[in-house]
């Protein structure tokens, strides 16, 4: 049998598929131990704290090695799956890696007319083709010994005095707390210590406080199963991913920026006749014409009306932000979770190019495929939660921004119209805004106009 140097493995980590992100969870492999794979293929499917993003191999080879199975959330940096580049005899078998993990390896030639990506290294020139799965699936977790080796910077054997094996939250919890790592004994998968057992040695430090479940910077960092499972009378559901993410986020945003919430409630009927006639226009043919397509023209007027809405807080400098463009948030609910994925320069769209780009995203998010850079830089974000029935409510901002504007359900209601009750369409508005940067007046400005432009849609004319 062919051997295989030392140099002709390439160990494939996990990328920072987003801006500051530090873990992944493995939703799905699309390779095995043993398949060829070329440049470019994708070869698994992660989940990010921000979306679902497929990963490209960036070499020719054989898989040796898939080092964690589905479902396993991995650190950014952690290799992957190992492969033998192109032109080296396969192993019989999968078998442990034996080149230091901790040292970085030689810097690799970039392909001429490659360009660097989110994901990856870069794409091939062709297209993308995932390879189906030969049998029943496989996967093939690494053992406890290669992972900490892995983690340890030694190959083969754990080292004399191993380093404690924790994801960076837990570590951060037992230097909180005062635990020596060195002293516990893990109860994870593969010897990993959880935040469980940091607790357990340090519930005897009575003097010392535990730290404050909103300050953890991430979700328990034990793994845990992809379903939720039953206790008794009592069904545990593991939060991670974009749900981990959307919790954080919301905590972090309602105790830092003092929120205000006001309401408007408004007649709807000449805008419901104007979507029935512009979905008759033959420039919005094949386009997703509704009343959030209105919704969200009217609130980019009333920002250009009143430009200092559109802004965020700066704390450490101590200044307000103004921009002078509009990144359009659109909350979206997904099987995966709440996701706000933003239209970029959303206030130099025409309605048709608004209703096409609002179409995209909506399609993009219900298919899971939102890109991690959709979801960032937004300025304003409109949530419609009236698709659920309720009237209206009180949402919380999106970190980084000044507003946002909900929209309740659009119901037949008896209203004074022209001095007689009649049934007209009402539906009711709530935009919540950062009081820091935000006062009354100027909250009350947009809300307004955004009412009246509703109310009587020529007005996105007019004031456009």
């Known amino acids: 049998m062919t051997t295989m140097t030392e140099a002709s493995v390439r160990e494939f980590k996990m990328p920072d598929v987003g801006e500051g992100l530090t873990e992944a969870e493995i939703l799905k492999w699309y390779v095995q131990p043993g398949d060829t794979v070329t440049d470019g293929q994708v070869v698994c499917e992660v989940e990010t704290a921000k979306a679902a993003v497929e990963l490209p191999i960036p070499y020719d080879g054989v898989v040796r090695e898939l080092h964690f199975p589905e479902g396993t959330t991995v650190d950014v940096g952690t290799s992957i799956i190992a492969v033998a580049v192109a032109g080296a005899a396969a192993p019989e078998a999968p078998a442990e890696r034996t080149e230091p993990a901790a040292e970085e390896p030689a810097p690799e030639p970039k392909p001429e007319g490659r360009q660097p990506v989110l994901v990856g290294y870069g794409v091939a020139t062709s297209s993308t083709k995932r390879r189906p799965r030969k049998g029943p699936e496989v996967t093939v977790p690494a053992p406890a010994q290669a992972i900490q080796a892995e983690l340890n910077g030694h190959a083969g054997a754990v080292a004399e005095k191993p380093r404690p094996l924790a994801k960076p939250p837990v570590r951060k919890l037992a230097k909180d707390l005062g635990v020596d790592l060195a002293v516990i004994t893990p109860s994870g998968p593969d010897g990993i210590i959880t935040r469980e057992d940091v ?3 340090a519930a005897p430090r009575t003097a010392e406080p535990a730290a404050p479940v909103a300050t953890a910077p991430a979700a328990p960092a034990a793994p845990a199963p992809a379903a939720s499972y039953d206790t008794g009378r009592e069904t545990r559901i593991p939060v991670k991913g974009v749900r981990k993410a959307t919790a954080a986020a919301m905590v972090g945003s309602a105790f830092t920026a003092p929120h205000v919430t006001e309401f408007v409630t408004v007649d709807v009927t000449r805008t419901l006749k104007l979507v029935e006639e512009l979905k008759q226009d033959k420039e919005m043919q094949g386009l997703r014409v509704n009343p959030l397509l209105l919704i969200a023209k009217a609130l980019l007027v009333a920002i250009k009306r009143n430009p200092e809405i559109n802004a965020s807080w700066d704390e450490a400098n101590q200044e307000i ?25 959303a206030h130099d769209k025409t309605l048709p190019q608004l209703a096409e780009a609002l179409g995209e995203l909506v399609t993009t998010a219900r298919e899971g495929k939102t890109s991690p850079a959709a979801m960032q830089g937004g300025t304003v974000t409109i949530t419609n939660v009236g698709v659920f029935g309720v009237d209206t409510g009180t949402p919380i901002l999106n970190p980084g921004e000044s507003a946002i504007l909900a929209v309740g359900a659009i119901k037949l209601q008896p209203w004074v119209h022209k001095g007689k009750v009649k049934p007209r369409q009402v539906t009711t508005l709530a935009l919540s805004f950062d009081h820091r940067l935000v006062d009354g007046e100027l909250g009350s400005k947009v809300l307004a106009d955004v009412a009246a432009i509703l109310e009587q849609p020529k007005r996105l004319i007019t004031w456009a």
């Open 321 to 345: 932000v103004l921009k002078h463009y509009v990144n359009l948030g659109i909350a979206a609910a997904t099987p995966r979770g709440l996701i706000v994925p933003n239209i970029k320069d």
């Open 199 to 201: 607790h357990a040695a």
